[in-house]
Nanobody, 126 residues
Framework: QVQLKESGGGSVETGGSLTLSCTAS????????VAWFRQAPGKEREGVAF???????SYSDSVEGRFTISKDGATHTLYLQMNNLTPEDTAMYYC????????????????????WGQGTQVSVSS
């Protein structure tokens, strides 16, 4: 089993930046893929960024060029650096992981990821 815990959310103005963190515990050696998702009120969950064990990254069109996903294997921590934030980025952000190999398609198939954190709220004001 793997446990995930997000942190780093908050409130910023348009154009601001935030860095989200997601710390994994438990059977961390089994993790093959990790990703960030978000869900705004009244909207479906959206895949934001993906990274695998080979450091291959993928981003949704809505965040490409503004968000950067990275991970620190030594501390079992996943990051999401978010720049040039807009009100459309307001959502609850979740990290997710799985012990099975996979690709960026997982951003569109969140139900295939077994491990999820509780989320951290990001609010961007205009």
């Amino acid at each position: 089993q793997v446990q995930l815990k997000e942190s780093g959310g908050g409130s910023v103005e348009t154009g601001g930046s935030l860095t989200l963190s997601c710390t994994a515990s438990g059977n961390t050696d089994s993790i093959e893929v990790v990703a960030w998702f978000r869900q705004a009120p009244g909207k479906e969950r959206e895949g934001v960024a993906f990274i695998d064990e080979s450091e291959r990254r993928s981003y949704s069109d809505s965040v490409e060029g503004r968000f950067t996903i990275s991970k620190d294997g030594a501390t079992h921590t996943l990051y999401l650096q978010m720049n040039n934030l807009t009100p459309e980025d307001t959502a609850m952000y979740y990290c997710a992981a799985d012990s099975r190999p996979g690709g960026a398609y997982l951003l569109y198939l969140p139900d295939q990821l077994n491990y999820w954190g509780q989320g951290t709220q990001v609010s961007v004001s205009s």
